[in-house]
C-alpha cells in the first residue's frame, strides 16, 4: 500500500471511529429514554440493564454505520480541500478519483460488514433485546400499565384510568375494568373513583382493591334458556370497598429474565429465514382470497350469470325489459331476491375485510423487511458517494458545517426511507419498490455531486442562473439606448 492511500485511509478512519461512536451513543440514549420508565425502580440488577443496553447497540449499528460514513467522508475530504492538499495533489498529476481510490474499497467492505452484520448479529440481537424487555416490563406488571387508555396486558381482563400516583405508583385514579374471564364478551363492568394495586415480585397474583365504586353483571349470555334470561337478566352493586386477584402466573413465568418467548418476528430471521417464510405467507394469503372468493360467488351465484338455453348470443342485451315478461308480485320476489344476494356477498366482504387487510399487512412486513436489508446494506456505499464529492466541494472540515450537512442528508435519506416503507407496508407499492425509495433518490444525486467534484465545480452554479438575467438586462438596455 502507497504512502498516499496510508494518509487518505487515517484522514478517514479517525473521524469515522469518533463519529460512529457519537452515533451510536446517541441512538441507544433515545431508546434507552423511550423504554427507561419500563425498566427504572423494578428491581433489576445493573448485569441485566447493561445487557439490554448491549443487545440495543448491537441492533442500533446498522443503522450508526451508514450516518458515519457519511459524516466522516463529509470531514475527511473537507478536511483535505480546506488544509489545500486537493490542490497539491492536482498540481502533481493526482485526480480526486485517485485520491478517493482507497476510500471507496473502505466502504465496500463496510457494506459488506454491515450486510453481514444484518443478516446475522442484528436478529439475533433483536430477539434478545425485545425478550429481555418483554421479560423486564413484565416482572411487575402494575408499573406496566398506562394510564389514560385501555390496558390488555393483563390476562382476561381491559384496564383503564386517568392517573397512576403514589411513590411506588400502584395507586389508580377513575378506574374502568372490563372482566372478559367469561370468554362471552363484556359481561362484567367495574367502575371506581380509587383504586390500589398490590403486586409482590415473584407472586402469580395481582390484587387489585377498589374503593367508592359501582359493579355490573350481563346474565342474559350465561343463561340458555329464554325464561332463565327473563328472569334474572343482570346483577348490579355500588361498593364502598371491592377486592379481586388476577392470575398473572403467564406473564412473570418462571422469573427468569433471559427466558425467550417470541422468536418468530419478521425482524428476528435471519435473510435464508425470511425467504423461506414468504412463501408459506403468501401461499395463506392466496388461500384465504380464493377461499373468499368462492364464498361471495356462491351467494351471488355468479357461476349461472353467463349461461344462455341455446347457442345463439344476444350481442346487446337490455336486462331492464326482462322484467316486463313477469307480473308485478314475481317482479317484486325476483328484486328482492337480487337485493338479499348482494346484501349477503357485502356482508361477506366487509366481515373478512380485517381478516384480509391483516394477512396482507403480515406479508409486507416480512416483505419489507427483507428488501430493506439489502437496501440498507448499500446504504453506506450511497451515502459515501454523497458525502465525499460534498466535502470536496465545501472544503470544510471538523464537526460545524460537515455535522449540518450529514443531519440534513441523512434526514432526507431516513424520511425517504420510511416512507417507502410505510406505503409499502399498507400495500400502496410493492416491497421492493418501497425499501429502494431512498437509493432512488439519492443515487442521482450522489452522482450530480460526483461530477461537479470532478470538473472542480460549485454546489451550485449560481452564473448558470444568474448570467440569462445579466443578459436580459444589458439587451433591454441596449435598445432603450438606441
Request: glycine fraction near 6%; aromatic fraction near 12%.
Amino acid at each position: 500500500m502507497k504512502i498516499l492511500d496510508k494518509y487518505i485511509l487515517k484522514t478517514f478512519l479517525k473521524p469515522f471511529a469518533a463519529t460512529f461512536l457519537i452515533v451510536l451513543f446517541v441512538l441507544v440514549m433515545q431508546l434507552l429514554w423511550q423504554t427507561f420508565e419500563n425498566i427504572a425502580g423494578k428491581g433489576i440488577s445493573v448485569v441485566f440493564i447493561l445487557k439490554f443496553l448491549y443487545y440495543t447497540s448491537l441492533s442500533i449499528v446498522p443503522q450508526a454505520l451508514p450516518i458515519a460514513v457519511l459524516l466522516s467522508s463529509i470531514m475527511a475530504l473537507g478536511s483535505l480541500g480546506e488544509n489545500y492538499e486537493f490542490a497539491a495533489a492536482k498540481s502533481a498529476g493526482i485526480s480526486l478519483q485517485r485520491l478517493v481510490r482507497p476510500l471507496v474499497f473502505l466502504t465496500l467492505i463496510l457494506s459488506a460488514v454491515n450486510f453481514l452484520f444484518l443478516n446475522n448479529i442484528f436478529p439475533y440481537a433483536i430477539l434478545r433485546q425485545q425478550n429481555l424487555y418483554y421479560n423486564i416490563k413484565k416482572k411487575k406488571p402494575a408499573l406496566a400499565l398506562v394510564p389514560g387508555s385501555f390496558n390488555s396486558d393483563l390476562p382476561n381482563y381491559q384496564i383503564k384510568f386517568e392517573e397512576k400516583y403514589g411513590e411506588e405508583k400502584n395507586l389508580l385514579k377513575k378506574v374502568l375494568i372490563y372482566d372478559l374471564s367469561s370468554r362471552q364478551g363484556n359481561q362484567k363492568v367495574i367502575t371506581a373513583e380509587r383504586g390500589k394495586i398490590i403486586s409482590e415480585e415473584g407472586s402469580r397474583y395481582m390484587t387489585f382493591i377498589l374503593y367508592d365504586g359501582y359493579y355490573y353483571e350481563d346474565h342474559t349470555k350465561s343463561q340458555k334458556s329464554p325464561d332463565k334470561k327473563a328472569k334474572m337478566p343482570a346483577s348490579q352493586a355500588t361498593f364502598k370497598e371491592y377486592e379481586f386477584n388476577i392470575d398473572i402466573s403467564d406473564l412473570v413465568g418462571d422469573g427468569q429474565l433471559d427466558e425467550q418467548r417470541f422468536k418468530n418476528s419478521f425482524k428476528m430471521l435471519k435473510l435464508n429465514q425470511l425467504q423461506d417464510t414468504i412463501p408459506v405467507i403468501k401461499d395463506s394469503y392466496n388461500t384465504i382470497l380464493s377461499l373468499r372468493a368462492k364464498s361471495v360467488a356462491t351467494i351471488s351465484k355468479s357461476n349461472e350469470l353467463y349461461k344462455y338455453s341455446d347457442t345463439l348470443k344476444i350481442k346487446y342485451l337490455d336486462t331492464t325489459k326482462i322484467l316486463n315478461n313477469f307480473s308485478l308480485k314475481d317482479k317484486i320476489g325476483i328484486l328482492n331476491g337480487a337485493k338479499t344476494k348482494l346484501n349477503s356477498a357485502l356482508t361477506n366482504v366487509k366481515n373478512n375485510m380485517t381478516t384480509i387487510k391483516r394477512k396482507r399487512k403480515t406479508l409486507n412486513f416480512f416483505d419489507s423487511e427483507y428488501y430493506g436489508r439489502i437496501a440498507l446494506s448499500f446504504s453506506c456505499l450511497i451515502l459515501f458517494f454523497i458525502g465525499a464529492p460534498l466535502g470536496s466541494i465545501i472544503r470544510k472540515g471538523g464537526f460545524g458545517l460537515p455535522m449540518i450537512l450529514a443531519i440534513a442528508i441523512y434526514v432526507l435519506y431516513f424520511f425517504g426511507n420510511t416512507f417507502g416503507k410505510n406505503l409499502a407496508e399498507e400495500s400502496s407499492i410493492s416491497s421492493l419498490l418501497g425499501s429502494w425509495v431512498s437509493a432512488m433518490v439519492m443515487v442521482p444525486f450522489g452522482i450530480l455531486l460526483t461530477r461537479r467534484a470532478t470538473k472542480d465545480k460549485g454546489l451550485f452554479n449560481v452564473d448558470a442562473i444568474t448570467q440569462p438575467i445579466k443578459n436580459f438586462f444589458l439587451k433591454f438596455k441596449s435598445k432603450k439606448d438606441n
